[in-house]
């Protein structure tokens, strides 16, 4: 089993930043490819960024891209979002998940093994 805690969610205006954060415990971080992503109200949940085990490829979408970067620590067992110049769109319930199955490559939410509880990103206009 793994437990995967995200924080660093809030209430922040247009083209300000948020720094979410994902501690990981229970089986080995170092081993999983990690990924955010996100929920808006009525919408279903989309892919934001992703990281290889070693954190050297790292795949985005394009809404965020140039805006958000993906990092990992496996020293801490903790990835990272830093989000610069939100919007209004980027409102939504961001979620950590762990994929101990795959490294490479880009997958959708069912490939992952576990997610997070999740953490609230307001971005007023």
């Known amino acids: 089993q793994v437990q995967l805690v995200e924080s660093g969610g809030g209430l922040v205006q247009t083209g300000g930043s948020l720094r979410l954060s994902c501690a990981a415990s229970g089986r080995t971080f170092s081993m999983s490819a990690m990924a955010w992503f996100r929920q808006a109200p009525g919408k279903e949940r989309e892919f934001v960024a992703r990281i290889t085990r070693s954190g050297i490829t790292k795949y985005y979408d394009d809404s965020v891209k140039g805006r958000f970067t993906i990092s990992r620590d496996n020293a801490k067992n903790t990835v990272y979002l830093q989000m610069n110049s939100l919007k209004p769109e980027d409102t939504a319930v961001y979620y950590c998940?762990?994929?101990?199955?795959?490294?490479?490559?880009?997958?959708?939410?069912?490939?992952?093994?576990?997610w997070g509880q999740g953490t609230q990103v307001t971005v007023s206009s």
């Open positions: 998940a762990a994929d101990f199955k795959y490294d490479l490559g880009n997958y959708a939410s069912t490939q992952y093994d576990y």
